[in-house]
């Protein structure tokens, strides 16, 4: 039977013209019956209004006067993981209610929201609420919330994949966890109505929030839909709606026109930039996404040099531009006034170009969901076609984008591991409660227990927790600003105000390093840049940022004044974390394709292209199929080189080597530097390396032992001290400073590395420097993944090769290896040359247009 809502959402879909799709339907009907579970869907394909025009005929059904205004109260939450992503959901939303004549003006709530409108907020609450997982633990730390949500309905996370996997997304299930209890305690029913609910006899456990996320494809949807849910939702009431939808797509790689000069290796892809203009041309509206911020910038140079005619109508979109400029680049983006943008990942997500019908992909993206989300800015639209070109930034990049394209073919996409255990952002949940109404631990315990993050916490280590926020925990007991929280008959309650404010601007998991302001010295800001780099600059200096060639004049309070310079060169900023490694399954296809290659088999044009440097790989070395695993040897003046290729990312590799290096030593004690790429890697030292006697060994490539092992070949403690300054900034530990007086970067790592050494040396158990060490395994060395990695190759024909030269495969690794700290006044391209030159490596094109002196890779000297 058909409702009076849904009778009134589909003559809305009449009245636009448009088809609703079978998985829409599906949606409203699920919706409507009363589940809670997951939307997959792709991008452009409708799946806001999947979701949101459901809720409205619920809401029609249980309101017939819903066109006359009432405080209604909240009634929809929807959390999104970008704040630029509210603006485009809050336009189609609004459009909808104005269509359906119903009252309401729907509002948004992150960090950009203006102090009066969050004021105004907090006196009428609007029906629909867009925010992100930061404001909504800001809503939970205000005095009497449990007010603001008792009407509730129902809560939407968009983009759920995305925040799967990192401490953002275990914020969400925090939060929920919360939503889900006062749910419960208001008698908040969305199982059914009250009316059935009495019929029925539902316990009071039974009254909860519907809860619904919207995800795009990844390896794990059903753990997904399990990690939002969390373990006390009844399975029969959870549902997984697919949308079946084939995206069309066109994916199709830019080859160089002559690949025996194409670079192995250094370089950003600037070569292509006129065949990339050829596209941009033909092209309505082309988005070219980079990797890194740095790299937007030396791109959006590139263009403006070589192309001025584009001035005007090309701009630069990434996450360290000022607001104000972004938001305008998405508006003139819609208002289709813009030919070209070069952009990273914060055009990724949901916000809505349909203008755009080209993406360019200059590098590898690393992981296929992620391209397949960057591909799907083109064609935004339900039915259109995503027009998508992959640049490699060199040569083995093409094999790259085949195994793309191959991957995408047999539907293999990245899963998203959840985070379990993160003690940093329930301590911070914590005082987040104890600031606002205070949380009873039994209850609170309770609570943290549904979670899939918290599942297996225990009693003992939330008491830890508890003593932690009241009393220091074992160590800091005699520091006064440790003392957080009062207890009093069994309340849990941040009393101080001071404590209260620090804690309310300190909410939040995204860290980084300090980032100053960037403005005109006449006035208007152009964003942030870190502070590490702005340190290094002296007055009169050139940078570029934000498409400007910019003269630094001086920092005052944490802002960096700047004017127009007319210099054609300049240094371009660098940011931490821009290097993203190869992801498990694209390694694997890559693996595939690098097989199929060694058969012989040549079905796609990336190969057949590559054919010339798989001749000379196969002349010098070998080209390993499935079944073996590949090391080459070769002594130059630097020393002795051992190559190893697993195929497997460079952060898997950083393991693998100081482990393998480590485990030669025990033959032979050596000094060993070390560089990789996604790859291989290198280990090199000034003396021969008794690799024939390590292999003989059954336990060279074994996991027997393997963590022991890990922790003596690496400076454990200096990773987890590291990682340590991340935890103690979201754990309250150390403070980053109130607005426009931040703490200087060097003070807060003192500070966290002080901290550090004395929960080490006096309180071993802690909970913190416990979740460093783990964190530091799983994250920084994928110690899974290159546990995996070892079993492959244990059972894999070891080929060892003797060759002369660096080969097309060794030649990228030993250009990372110039990263090695020296001194030197050569740039990037002039030591990459000398390199060629040296070994008389063929095809390695030494000079790209805009290219900038940077250090390459990720290398350390070690020593055994």
Known sequence: MITTGQQIIRQWYQQKNWRQFPFQQEMEDTYLAGFSGLLNAPTGSGKTFALFLPFLADFINRHPDYKTKQNNGLQMLWITPLRALTNDIKKAMQEVCDDLEIPWKIATRTGDTPAAEKAALKKKLPEVLLTTPESLHLMLAQKEYPAIFKSLQVVVIDEWHELLGTKRGVQVELGLSRLKALGRESGVLSLKSKVES???????????????????????????????????????????????????????????????????????????????????????????????????????????????????????????????????????????????????????????????????????????????????????????????????????????????????????????????LTMDVLIQFMVTLAVSEGFRADELFAEVKTTYAFADLTRKEFNQLLDFITNGGKTLAQYDEFLKVEVANGLYKVNNRRVAMRHRLSIGTITSDLSVRVKWLSGGSLGTIEESFISKLRPGNVFWFAGRSLEFIRVKEMTAYVKKSTAKKGMIPSWSGGRMPLSSQLSAVFRDKLDEVAHGIEKDEEVITLKPLFQLQQQLSHLPQSHEFLIESFKSTEGHHLIFYPFEGRLVHEGMASLLAFRISRIKPASFSIAMNDYGFELLTDEDIPIEQALEDASFFSIDNLLDDILHSLNANEMARRRFRDIAHIGGLVFTGYPGQQIKNKHLQASSSLLFEVFTEYEPDNLLVRQAYNEALAFQLEEFRLRAALQRIEKQSIILKTIERPTPFAFPIMVDSLGRERLTTETMEERIAKMARQYGAEGVSAKESGKKPRKVGVVRKKGF
């Open 198 to 420: 009495q019929d029925l006899g539902l316990q009071a456990s039974d009254y909860r929030l519907r809860i619904w996320g919207i995800s795009a494809t990844i390896g794990n949807l059903e753990q997904a839909a399990e990690v939002l849910l969390g373990n006390d939702f009844p399975a029969d009431r959870i549902k997984m709606v697919r949308s079946n939808l084939e995206k069309k797509l066109l994916i199709k790689s830019i080859i160089p026109e002559n690949i025996e000069n194409y670079s192995w290796a250094g370089h950003i892809g600037l070569q292509l930039l006129p065949q990339v203009m050829k596209l941009v041309a033909k092209s309505k509206t082309t988005l070219i996404f980079t990797n890194t911020r740095s790299q937007s910038e030396i791109w959006y140079h590139a263009i403006l040099n070589s192309y001025p005619e584009y001035a005007g109508i090309m701009a630069m979109h990434h996450g360290s531009l000022d607001n104000e400029l972004r938001n305008w680049v998405e508006q003139a983006l819609h208002a289709e006034a813009l030919k070209v943008v070069v952009c990273t990942s914060s055009l990724d997500l949901g916000v809505d170009f349909r203008p755009v019908d080209t993406v360019v992909q200059v590098g590898s993206p690393k992981g296929v969901a992620r391209f397949m989300q960057r591909a799907g800015r083109s064609g935004h639209h339900p039915g259109a076609v995503s027009k998508a070109y992959f640049v490699p930034t060199h040569s083995l990049e093409l094999l790259e984008g085949a195994a793309l394209k191959e991957a995408i073919k047999r539907g293999i996409f990245e899963s998203r591991d959840p985070m379990l």
